[in-house]
């Protein structure tokens, strides 16, 4: 299952601390060495069943806290908390961190530098959009993530399409339906890994993202090192974000771009990072982000005391092209700096890119871990991994549909 995949570890720290009760869309499995109690609902992110399940299980057990890695739940689990008397940061602040709109104008109140950015709601709210801000641009859904319906359009020419791919994807947002027209920010991008226990912020790590070629922006490869050099730069404006969004309880993943060497902010996600980065991040520093999650939850102070200072790197692996996975394998003895190599599909799949209406979950087949003393050496590690994994697809016909995609 993905979710073992992707945050197996995550719940494997917290179980090692505390007692752990679920509430979950579906009947555990992996999951249950780890659970003391479950509780089953239809939909975590609809606010009455959520908090009925949190009554029922509060009526249980002496509940120290509650908290979730999970981005759509980030504004229902917030409510929770505040229903059952536990701590949180405000329902609010994460409502903030959800609508990128709320976000940025937020940003701009309190001088975080961040990118141009008009909300829209048609074709030709965008066209006055990007007539006023000037191209290229970054269209994207006010209220989605990793990289779901997120678009660039270097033309007018562009912007048509570019809109309709950003608002179909827009569609599917809670907090929001509309649709952000925004500066491009050109630099490399990076996120921040910061944790904020009473509204001071601790900055534990830097991750150097590889993103895919435009017009998309598919996250390929993130890079970890505990002394990189960047983190001094990029400080002092993640905690000024957090600051902005009013986030006092969370650990964030603060995610920005470097331009002329001066970070913009991107992004505000209000828990712990996907893909894997703070599996990445215990290894290189020793920093547990998913057990410093749930101390902070339970009105614990978390431990960030670095024990280890090395790198690590994650390869993200998608095909060439959409269509059928006829081949895949992993040649040869895995060395000792491969940490670990998993694959999300199997041959028989049908795989389908962002540009043929796809996203991460039916293009992304796996990913690879590597580790080193620098950053530069795990990712070169991890490219050569990655050139030892054999990969067949075979081309779809145009018009075959293909199966799956779209997260609930």
């Known amino acids: 299952m993905e979710a073992e995949a992707y945050r197996g570890y995550c719940l494997q720290s917290v179980a090692a601390a505390y007692d752990v009760v679920l509430i979950t869309s579906q009947e555990p499995s992996w999951e249950v060495p780890y659970l003391r109690d479950c509780v089953v609902v239809s939909d975590p992110t609809d606010q009455a069943e959520l908090s009925a399940a949190g009554r029922t299980l509060a009526e249980r057990y002496d509940l120290a806290g509650v908290f979730t890695w999970t981005e759509w739940y980030l504004v229902p689990v917030a409510r929770l908390a ?3 008397g536990l701590p949180t940061t405000t329902p609010e602040a994460m409502q903030a961190c959800r609508n990128k709109a709320t976000s940025r104008a937020l940003f701009a109140r309190h001088g975080v530098p961040s990118a141009a950015s008009v909300s829209v709601r048609t074709l030709a709210e965008a066209e006055a959009a990007a007539r006023q801000i000037g191209y290229p641009l970054v269209l994207k859904p006010a209220a989605h993530a990793a990289s779901i319906g997120v678009i660039r359009a270097d033309t007018p020419e562009q912007l048509t399409a570019a809109f309709a791919f950003a608002d179909q994807a827009a569609g599917f947002g809670r907090e929001s339906t509309s649709v952000l027209v925004e500066e491009y920010l050109d630099g490399p991008e990076v996120s921040v890994e910061c944790v904020t226990y009473r509204g001071e912020t601790a900055v534990v790590a830097l991750t150097r993202k590889t993103v895919s070629a435009p017009p ?3 996250e390929l490869a993130h890079r970890v090192d505990a002394t990189d050099p960047l983190l001094d730069v990029v400080t002092p404006v993640a905690r000024a ?17 470097l331009v002329d060497g001066r970070p913009r902010l991107v992004e505000v996600n209000g828990r712990i990072a996907g893909d894997m980065i703070g599996h990445l ?8 982000l998913p057990r410093a999650a749930a101390d902070i939850a339970c009105g614990r102070a978390p431990d960030l005391t670095p024990t280890k200072s090395s790198a690590a790197a994650i390869q993200l692996l998608y095909p060439d092209t959409s269509g059928t996975l006829h081949r895949l394998g992993f040649e040869g003895v895995n060395p000792l700096w491969l940490d670990r190599v998993h694959f999300q599909h199997q041959v028989g799949d049908r795989l389908l890119l962002p540009a043929d209406g796809g996203n991460m979950w039916t ?6 871990i590597t580790t080193a003393p620098t950053a530069d050496l795990a990712q070169a590690r991890a490219e050569q991994a990655a050139r030892r994994i054999q990969i067949h697809v075979e081309p779809r016909p145009v018009d075959e549909p293909v199966a799956g995609g779209r997260p609930a």
């Open 82 to 84: 505040r229903q059952l």
């Open 216 to 218: 998309f922006f598919e």
């Open 241 to 257: 974000a957090i600051r902005a969004l009013g986030i006092t309880d969370s650990v964030c993943h603060v995610e920005m771009r």
């Open 281 to 288: 991040v215990r290894f290189v520093t020793g920093i547990d």
């Open 363 to 368: 293009a992304r087949i796996g990913y690879l």
